[in-house]
């Protein structure tokens, strides 16, 4: 008997019909013999009009509240999904997060998975129950506060649960077929890639791919567990993330290029006129590491030699700029910068291949076709397996087909389907 362990995102179960048909996928794998662990997300869009609301009421509501706010969403789904499955006659235990054991950090919004201790799952298992657990939540270690693991976090306590269960396979349903080579909401021609390494969909995941929650690709890389990526709406065999694609089974040659990925959640700050002298740059970074803040992409300006200054811009997300710009605004009579620009008018496209690593010019090909589409470059980042820019926000559609092409990634017929879900 195998244990099966499947994750279903808010697109698969929106609305009670959707919930309906969901129960009758769990069934079938329950009465083929497997034993079964479920994981949901909130339905539809709940996650975002919670947050919504919580806004309307505070600008900014104390982390605490707001988690215990967002994890309802998912008891929602849990609670009538269970309901679902007796309906079909069999037997279905829900669990929230902290019932199911995922013990986690006390840091709200963004907690980090530290324990799983999966006791009441094992228990329902053992008595031929079907386990459906809330997604995205856990309960902190040392506050005993309901914590949350940050949007898309389902994926994460998916993968933590089967690991930690010790799952034969974990299937990810999401509302497309698998993992495409770009958002098939821009790239009609985007082409489903039947298997991809952890490595390629950990950048993927980090450059914007909403497919997967990024700390869900580390820890299934962490425990060399499969994830196999499909549709909740056909039956059709979706992408296997896996360590390595091209020498297991050998029936698939590596490309150049595995995928496009792009994000238009982050914001670029400058810090205009910095002191060229040793130490700037880190108490700058070292006050945003203060303020929790992630810093993706950097770029230092040569240094005017008339004035002995500097500029030094980053990106982050949009939604920690705020946050970064008090920080920033506190040590300017320290450092003495002249001023500070914020721009959240941009988006980041990035191209993903572990080819990339035995084959020159890549950047080349890239940046022409960029240019071909009229995109201006404002900063550039690369990996062993990646290389990213930065282009205004009105650029980011026209860059990523123009990407998608000029490396022949775009499929002859359109074959991507989107069965549902807003894309919010
Ligand atoms: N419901 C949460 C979100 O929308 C978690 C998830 O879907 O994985 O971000
Ligand atoms: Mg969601």
Redesign the pocket.
């Known amino acids: 008997m195998a244990l099966v362990v499947q994750k279903y995102?808010?697109s698969s179960v929106a609305d009670a019909s959707c919930i309906k048909r969901v129960a009758q996928r769990i069934v079938a794998t329950k009465k083929a013999g497997n034993d079964v662990v479920v994981i949901v997300?909130?339905m539809g869009d709940?996650?975002?009009e919670l947050l919504d609301l919580a806004e309307q009421v505070s600008p900014l509501p104390p982390g605490r509240e707001l988690d215990m706010l967002?994890t309802s969403?998912?008891r929602i789904s849990m609670a009538l999904l269970a309901m679902a499955i007796a309906n079909l006659g069999h037997e279905a235990r829900s669990f929230t997060g902290s019932q199911a054991g995922v013990i986690t950090d006390s840091t709200h919004g963004k907690a980090r998975i530290i324990d799983v201790t999966p006791g009441r799952l094992r228990e329902a298992l053992d008595q031929g129950h079907i386990a459906i657990v809330a997604?995205?939540q856990g309960v902190s270690q040392d506050t005993k506060d309901i914590t949350t693991l940050g949007?898309?976090?389902?994926?994460t306590t998916a993968v933590a649960l089967a690991a930690a269960l010790e799952a034969d396979v974990c299937e990810i349903y999401t509302d497309v077929d698998g993992i495409f080579t770009a958002d098939p909401r821009i790239v009609r021609a985007a082409r489903q890639i039947p298997k991809i390494s952890y490595d390629e969909m950990m950048e993927m995941a980090a450059c914007g791919a909403k497919i997967l929650?990024l700390r869900c690709v580390e820890y299934a890389r962490r425990f060399n567990l499969p994830i196999h990526v499909r549709s909740s709406f056909s039956t059709k065999e979706g992408t296997w993330v896996v360590s390595d694609p091209y020498t297991e089974g050998t029936e698939m040659e590596q490309p150049i290029i595995s995928g496009v990925a792009h994000d238009r959640s982050e914001a670029k700050i400058t810090v205009v006129g910095v002191p060229d002298k040793v130490g700037e740059a880190a108490a700058i970074f070292k006050t945003l590491a203060d303020a929790e803040i992630n810093i993706d992409m950097i770029v230092q300006n040569v240094s005017a030699a008339a004035t002995g200054r500097t500029d030094i811009s980053f990106t982050l997300p949009t939604a920690d700029s705020q946050t970064a710009l008090t920080a920033l605004k506190k040590i300017q009579g320290e450092i003495a910068y002249e001023s500070v620009l914020f721009d959240d008018q941009i988006g980041k496209v990035s191209l993903i291949g572990a080819g990339m690593r035995s084959h020159p010019g890549v950047t080349a090909t890239f940046f022409a076709a960029l240019a071909d589409a009229g995109v201006n470059i404002e900063m550039i980042s690369t990996s062993e397996i990646r290389i990213s820019v930065i282009v205004g926000q009105d650029g980011v559609d026209a860059a990523v087909a123009a990407a998608h092409r000029a490396f022949d990634l775009d499929a002859d017929q359109v074959a991507a389907v989107v069965y549902g879900g807003t894309g919010r």
Request: hydrophobic share 15%; glycine share 34%.
């Open positions: 995102g808010g997300s909130a709940t996650t975002d967002l969403g998912e997604g995205f949007r898309g976090g389902s994926d929650h």
